[in-house]
């Protein structure tokens, strides 16, 4: 295997300091790790209890008593320790880390000689480790400890729980293989295999990255591995707790093992399995330069982006197995978009990005991170939405119980849940998310703006830049070279895709040409120290139609205005929103409005409300040449992200278009 | 109880003899019957066995076996035995009537020597009889078997069954009661009270008609019956195969028994269920003159039509339950509206009718007959909808889980289906909701314009009559006076929704003017035998306009034309149909397409369709000034009823409208 050595990652260094993301990250800081903590150690008054700590306290003697929660539940623990882990880089917060190094004792304590950890195992079915992949997620769970180790060695530089989970990686590896007497198998909700590569990069051990590959190479192979498993169980689910019939391999397009990897083109099954996976993929394309895994990745990538991803950045169209559906089946309404399905959406954007710098990655990223990631979480941190919907009538979310999944007020934050540490662990390492560099190119990519200091070591030597960004307000983008190497290099900025193509680079005050390569304004040349690159994108509001196939939006029209989507509140407007439309050839007027939490930008435009006043109540239907004329009215829309954080009512991202 | 003796049906005879209908009737008498009957003796090739005969064989100790279908499976023999006699009375069949005569000795030989009569609980639950109401079906099978043999005796004059059945309503009568020993309840599915109202008219006997009142007393007391029962029964739940928490009083909602019935104001819960409960409650408060029970059946006749009924007269919005949702709730996508339950509408109608003639009755039972219920079934008699969807996507009836229960092709008949028997004893025996008459007040009512021959026997002396349509295709209808009293009498002629006001009434040619009471043209006069009276309501295509409250329809219209309800289908016009508008003004031409099953009036309209052109496959989201004006198109639109009877494909009867 050969491997990649084009060092996008290594000895670069990034740090936020942005004013738009400054609230989040304070937010993360402040308020989400801390409570979580509280959750899981069973100390939310109201709360269902999270057991997660209890679980590993049992598993490692320190206590006795019955395994709680799922039984993927030390996920939650390691989420916590990895969101720690980045906070702790970016801010360093000795009594956390203390709190975290207890932890990881307790971790540490709860490990098998051999290396095994899994408190669920441990505690409940000692002895039937590995017998069920399908269902029991431990090779899921221990990919997140994985990925918090690695988070937190390159925080604090602590070994201990590196330590654990190479010895954990290391006994995996003498269960699962091709040899005689392994698994020739694989988890059945991917996880491992990115963390895998995650352990590799940061332990520079090979073996990990060669079980990362037989995990994914073995996916949907024949005899199907969890197919044949669950016959070994005589069809034994942990889930029904009965027997059940034994699957058919079409069935484990769920859990995307239904064929090969390298075969899939339709982004099928359970959306947060699917991203991970082809993450993971993206990865190993890089890392072995495998063409044949990199064409799956694009084609995977496209169908998720461009036929089944609503205009928020969310995936998932049914909520039945929180699953997509099929291309251009996206229902605003009966939607699930779930908030870690578009986090994992913005770990595959990143890893092709890694793997070709086309900013077509970098607008998704951006579209799924500004508007279905952040809506998530509600202002004060405390509640969140698992579903993101596009459209929402709370009295059809309280009695149609197909409607039931999308909640029209954000959640408590419940003991067990995986969508809350996930943006917790998200935006805790947004640092990650805004450059690239190759250091055999010479060249800096910014995907990305927000505020941040940063520096990079190319082959032309070390580079330090300070970037400002006015976004997503205003298309401005400031960028000061601090520190550059004697010879050139290139600056490569995205050219976002909602600017239209306009965009005015300016180099210490001279507007400067520039050439577009895969969707990035790139300059190659001998950088000063002190030079000062100013980039204004065109950000205006516009409407924005959808492909006609997308059946839910015909007619309809979204706001967009920069990388934020927006959508009409009742609380602005009126009920039913329905009666509203939108002319298609409104002006849209832009204002800013402080009273909104952390101040926003809020759209206006002309529109028309359906005659309403003639109707009684118990007409429900009649001729429509009855019908009087539409009245105009002005639309007031806020940006998607902060919806709900106000009275409760209807919300609409899409809204019917009128000719006059 | 004081007893109404306004005799609306007795001595009355209906014949129907009309050309759209005839096809129906025919198909139910030469296809449905038959094929029905081979689907009770599991003599279906490739049909699922209904095991209903050969249980009530076992049951009679004829054949040894097991129990087989659903806990309520002998209601399919009921409901047959039902159609079969409603089938014979218009149209004798020596060999159809010997093959009924052998079914009612198999069902009397089932029935034990107490009355008591239930395959289910005979062969499979001998001990556990009148134990679980809230889920058996006891009383339900009980209630379809009095309808079968009260249909059945007056049909033929035969006894036999009507025996049986009066031996077994003595036998409930012994177990359900206020007296000390008794049950104070009733079933979890109603049916048995309006079926007890049937057999009290057929026999006089007024003990069925309290029983009758005494079920729709009870329901919802408190305590609660089927709460406590379930307590009783330890919580084991007869689906679930276990024990289930206790359930709450507001989740009897679902079985319309959640508050008495005379306190319930919105129709909830299952919505077949609601209809037969407000069916029998219509009929008790005609008979026992109770106003609290007649404020009750107008709120939830108001409730049910205004609020929660689709334009094709289905209701229930949602599969979960079969179920109603709340008012305005009318998905045209996810929608339930179930053939039985637009049935029940129109028995609710029928005896809404016969309380108090008011033409809105008339109006939804003509709705829900013509597009409905007659669009379940396919024009081979032998495929069925059980769902009526307003909207398909075939891909998203197979893809998305959220809509795998509206089929975008009907289904072939299974032996254990609740919607083809119900369909097939309605049409049969449509000749009794034709016409009404009150003998006292000298008046016969004309709610449904179908062809027919009748008499009736008034205060005033016997009138025959008989109507020639041309309805639904024609607004002209011709009542011819074969027979006529000496002294006056009125006939009162529904002046439909659909003709907006406007019809035109001429006695022996002469235009006549007429008093408009409650919705019927009514004339009073001596009448001349031979007389002859020609109605001709406007019968004009129309766009429909649905309230803004109903948001699913929000900036859409509906094609009507008299009775019938159109729809676009793909067949037609092209997919995506969502991307078609139709002008608001658009002129709408009917014409006589012969073509399609039966002949029928199709419609083209001036539609625009979104441009499409310029959208590539993989643009998902662009700028709505890049569109292009839409193109002019016909649009193409046939009977609702008639849909999916060609190539498969998408099919909408709301479409967007646009202005220019």
């Not at 090979?206 to 079980?211: F, I, V």
């Not at 089946?329 to 086309?358: H, W």
């Not at 993101?388 to 959640?411: F, M």
């Not at 206006?604 to 007409?619: K, L, T, V």
Request: hydrophobic share 40%.
């Amino acid at each position: 295997m050969e491997l990649s050595t084009n060092g996008l990652e290594k000895n670069n260094r990034v740090r936020i300091e942005d004013g738009f993301w400054g609230r989040f990250t304070e937010l993360v800081r402040e308020t989400v790790i801390p409570y979580q903590w509280e959750a899981l150690n069973d100390r939310i008054p109201d709360a269902e209890p999270s057991y997660a700590i209890r679980n590993f306290r049992i598993a490692a003697g320190w206590e006795q008593g019955e395994f709680g929660g799922m039984v993927f539940q030390d996920s939650d623990v390691a989420k916590w320790l990895e969101a720690v882990g980045y906070s702790l880089a970016a801010h360093p917060d000795p009594e956390l880390e203390r709190t975290a190094d207890e932890v990881i004792e307790l971790v540490a304590a709860a490990q098998h000689p051999n290396g095994y950890l899994n408190t669920y195992f441990t505690v409940k079915e000692p002895g039937n480790e590995w017998t069920n992949l399908h269902e029991a997620h431990e090779l899921y769970c221990a990919g997140h400890m994985i990925e918090a180790a690695v988070a937190y060695y390159e925080a604090t530089g602590k070994r201990r729980l590196l330590d654990v989970v190479c010895k954990f990686a290391d006994h995996i590896d003498t269960v699962f293989g091709r040899e005689p007497g392994k698994l020739r198998g694989y988890d059945g909700h991917q996880e491992i295999e990115l963390a895998l590569v995650k352990l590799y990069k940061a332990t520079g051990e090979q073996r990990y990255l060669q079980l990362a590959q037989f995990f994914i190479d073995e996916r949907g192979a024949e005899p199907n591995f969890l197919v044949e498993e669950c016959k070994q169980r005589d069809g034994y689910s942990h889930w029904a707790k009965k027997k059940l019939p034994i699957p058919k391999v079409e069935h484990m397009a769920y859990n995307q093992a239904h064929k090969p990897v390298r075969e899939q083109d339709v982004a099928v099954g359970h959306s947060v399995r699917a991203m991970y996976m082809y993450t993971a993929m993206a990865d190993l394309a890089r890392l072995t330069k495998d063409d044949g895994l990199l064409e799956a990745c694009r084609r995977l990538w496209d169908n998720t982006t461009k036929r089944q991803m609503y205009i928020t950045g969310g995936i998932g169209s049914t909520h039945h197995g929180e699953a997509f559906s099929f291309d251009y089946d996206l229902p605003n309404d009966t939607v699930y978009a779930e908030t870690c399905a578009s986090i994992g959406l913005i770990f595959f954007a990143n890893r092709m990005l890694q793997l070709e710098a086309k900013s077509e990655y970098a607008d998704v990223l951006e579209r799924a991170l500004y508007n279905n990631v952040i809506g998530s979480m509600s202002q004060d941190g405390k509640h969140y939405f698992y579903v993101n919907p596009l459209e929402v009538w709370p009295k059809a979310s309280e009695k149609n119980p197909g409607r039931h999944h999308v909640k029209a007020v954000r959640q408590k934050w419940f003991g067990c849940s995986c969508c809350p540490p996930n943006v917790a662990r998200l935006l805790s390492s947004l640092n990650d998310y805004i450059y690239t560099a190759s250091a055999e190119q010479n060249k800096i990519y910014t995907h990305l703006f927000i505020g941040s200091e940063a520096s990079f070591e190319l082959a032309a030597g070390q580079v330090a830049l300070k970037q400002q960004s006015r976004l997503p307000w205003e298309g401005y983008v400031r960028l000061e070279l601090s520190a550059v190497p004697g010879a050139p290099f290139s600056l490569a900025l995205r050219l976002p895709s909602w600017s239209c193509g306009n965009a005015i680079m300016k180099i210490n005050g001279a507007a400067t040409a520039y050439e577009i390569i895969d969707g990035y304004a790139t300059v190659n040349r001998q950088w000063k120290q002190g030079d000062v690159v100013e980039w204004e994108p065109q950000l205006e509001a516009q409407l924005i139609a959808a492909n006609p196939e997308i059946r839910a939006n015909a007619g309809k029209a979204a706001i967009e205005r920069g990388p934020i989507v927006y959508c009409l509140e009742e609380t602005d407007n009126f009920s039913p929103l329905a009666s509203l439309s939108i002319r298609g050839g409104s002006k849209l007027t832009s204002s800013f409005d402080p009273d909104l939490p952390g101040g926003a930008v809020v759209i206006e435009a002309e529109g028309r409300a359906d005659e309403r006043g003639s109707w009684q109540a118990d007409i429900p239907y009649r001729p429509l040449s009855q019908l009087q004329k539409a009245e105009p009215v002005k639309l007031k829309a806020v940006p998607y992200f902060l919806w709900g954080n106000r009275q409760p009512g209807e919300m609409a991202v899409w809204i019917r278009t009128c000719s006059e």
